[in-house]
Each structure stands twice: as structure tokens, then as C-alpha cells.
């Protein structure tokens, strides 16, 4: 009997062995929550050498029409490398409010 | 036979599909043997030769996950090294079969009998049971797999014998063919296994927001397990003619001094309950056979009428409350209404000789406690020197 809920709130709904039966499951847990400060991209100083997209820990970083680079604050965790290894200092990192 | 030879022989009717260990003293035999008879083509099985314990574990909790029935042997530092992974298989309710081999932990090093090797895995969330003589392996082998694989369980069990107190001792034993085996245990039939068609992930993580809801589910399904074992010994009765009870008395009827043993001192204590008995003495033996779940029902049961227990560990908590089976009687036993005094005896430490003389004196000890008062938190009997 495998339960297809989302979540198991009561201990009567966790899966033997805590197994889980969906796949990808692990997406929808938002890391992003853990921020203390996030990523800002200045494009005006940005070349698109892709230094940020390669060194960002959590591969959230990615391109978007323009070819200018943007974290994804639902799992960016606020690490500061891309700010870090931006070498035309495109990106500062700002505290979360 | 050599009741560790006896153990692979019966573990191999059992079909295993995949074997991995590791070799250590006083359990070897049983995994060394079990690789001779897969080498002879008796047991379509795979026997992974791992280099250490913690391997032989994880083979077998992988093994498991895909669907195998995996059983691994070992004692002592070897169930040390495998620890990290002890938690694990129980926890993600794979039904892997552990045979150990008790031997006294180091240091100093000491390769000989005692139970401070399980008894430091006793949280580990596994069901566990101590065979007392060779019969008692060759049987439980088998109950051990069908209680692991049943559906209302799916949790590992390790089966205990003494080292070399039992692992190299020739007894006489009845085997059930393998018909009778194949009868009694079905091919297993996992509730989950990681294949490229199935969608599921094991051993997954748990935030402490799940975490405690996790642990209490792995509780109830260790504490219900008791229902299944009790279900398993039943139909054992049925078929083979032999009983099993979480926890067996010997000439308790009227018995005001009770000695508690686990394990295969307990058949030597018979003899010193059975000596008393003819001196005129009201002792009698209560022997444990299921550790985990606790069997708390039986055990207040069986104690019922005794002034005093002395319960005889072959492990040492040391600067704690006593042995640990000790501190667990006594728990369990704590808010009955009428309750005998309980004392704490360890005795025959890496695998000292306990004689029947030894026991009687701690019956005659317990006797005269038993008016006096307890003389000390807990005794480790016959030291020479105190």
C-alpha cells in the first residue's frame, strides 16, 4: 500500500523506511528559504563569460532571453561565490529584508 | 555438527540470494562455510567477498533494496565496524538476517564469549534473539528470515549464539529438509525495490520537521513486530514439534529466589537450579529468548511470586546501573505492585568459565539478599582480588 501524498504530516503517514514513491520529489523543497542575502546582478557591467553559472554550488543560476545571467531565489541559498568570482563585479550581494 | 557449521547449512537451505562477509573470530565458520557451499554449486547465491564489515553491511542493505533476501554473520569489533550502518538497515525496514557470533569487545583484546558486542546495538531498532544451544540456531535461522521478510514487519533481525560457547561446539541437531524449509519460508517478495522500473527512493533524507514522526512510526513497527514473532514461533510449534516463548521458565513453580539468564548459560544454570531443587531450595530459572522488542508482558509475568531475581549479564555498563539485560528487568519491573528485589551479577566476562558451582552460589547470594538488602549496585562475579 504506497501513499501518493505530498507530505506525510502524522506518523501513521510516513512511508516504511521513509521511502518515496515520486519522483523528484526534492525540488519542492525551497532551499532558498535558508537566505540571508541574495544575489543582484548590475548587466550594465555583466559580459556573459558564464563564471557565475559555472561556480554557483547549487547549479541555480541560468540564462535567460537576453543572454544575461539570473539566480533562481527559490534555491539560491545566498553562498556570495558568483559575487565572488564575478571578474567584472557584476553581482553584490544584498541583505535579505 | 559444529553448531557455526550448522548455522551456514541451515542458513543455506533458507536460500539467501545474496551472501556478503566478512570473516572474524568465532563466527567465521559460518560465513566460510556458506562460501564452500556456494563454491559447490549447493546454493545459487551470490557471495560477495567484502574487505570489511561496514561493507559487508552496506552490500547487504543494497542487496536488500534491490529486492535480495541478504544475510551477513559477524561478532564483536567486526558488529563495531558495521555500526554505522546497523541503524540504517532498521530504519529503512530492509529485512536483511544477521547471525552473531557473541564475543567480548576489546581492548584489551579478548576473542571468547560475551554479549558486550550486541549489547551496545541495543537502539539500533532490531529485532533480536538469543539462541541458547545448537537446536536452538538451526531453528531460529529460519524463523529469523520469516518474521524479517512478513508484511506487517520488513525489519532485520540478528540472531545471537555465543561464540565459541556454541559457534564451536558439536551437538547433535534435527534439520528441517529443504521442503520443509521451502514450505515454511516462501520466496520473498519485497515491498519496494530500487529497479530502473520502479519510482522510489531509499534510505531519503528527513528534516526535523518529519524526523520524530519517522522515529515513533520505526517504534510502533518494532513493538507490533512481537505479534509476528509470537504468529512465527506458533506455526514452528505446529509443524516441527518445538516451542518457543519470549521468555521461558524452568522449575518456577514456587520459586522465591529466580535466576535470569540469556543465552547458552542459561543450560548450565539449569544444573544448578536442578542441585538446589534437590537441597530443598525454592529456585527456579527464567530464561530470555527475545530481547528485542522487549517482551514486557512475559516478563512480569514470570516473575510473579518471587521475592528476589538475580540476573546474570555477560556484559558490563561500566560505572552505569549494572549489566545491561539488568537495568532493563529492572526498568521494566520498576512501577509493578508487587516486585521481587532484582540484583545485577555479570558474570563469565570474554568468556571465563561459569560453572554450575558459580551459579549456585549467586542463587544462595540471592537467597540471603533477599532478607538483608542488596549489597552493592551490581557484582562482577568472581573476581579475583575483591
Known sequence: MKKEKKWPEDWQEVNPGCMVFRPGSAREYHTGSWRAQRPVYDNSRCIKCGVCYIFCPEGCISQDADGYFVADLDYCKGCGICAHECWPGAITMVEEG | MEIALAAAEVVALCRP????????????????????????????????????????????????????RAFTATSSQGLLYMAEVVPIVSSMRLPVVMIIGNRALSGPINIWNDHSDIMSQRD?????????????????AVQSFKIAEHRDVMLPVNLNLDGFQLTHVVEPMMFPNQEEVDAFLPEYKPYAAVHPDNIVSMGTLALPEIFNECMKANDEVLKGSKKVILEVWKEWEEKFGRSYKPVESYRTEGAEVLLFAIGSMAETAEVAVDQLRDKGMKVGLLKLRLWRPFPFEELREAVKGAKVVAVLDRAVSFGGP??????????????????????SEIIGLGGRDVPVGDFVKIAEKAARVAKTGPEEEYEIFGVRGS
Open chain 2, 17 to 68: 540470494d545474496v551472501i556478503a562477509a566478512y570473516p572474524i573470530t568465532p563466527n567465521t565458520h559460518i560465513p566460510e562455510h556458506l562460501s564452500d557451499i556456494v563454491a559447490e554449486g549447493r546454493l545459487d547465491a551470490d557471495f560477495i567477498c567484502v574487505e570489511s564489515e561496514h561493507s559487508a553491511l552496506s552490500a547487504c542493505c543494497g542487496a536488500s533494496g534491490a529486492g535480495a
Open chain 2, 124 to 140: 539500533a531498532g532490531w529485532i533480536s534473539m538469543f539462541a541458547a544451544n545448537g537446536q536452538e540456531v538451526v531453528d531460529m
Open chain 2, 322 to 343: 549494572g549489566g545491561p539485560v539488568f537495568s532493563e528487568v529492572r526498568s521494566a519491573l520498576y512501577d509493578e505492585k508487587d516486585r521481587p528485589m532484582i540484583i
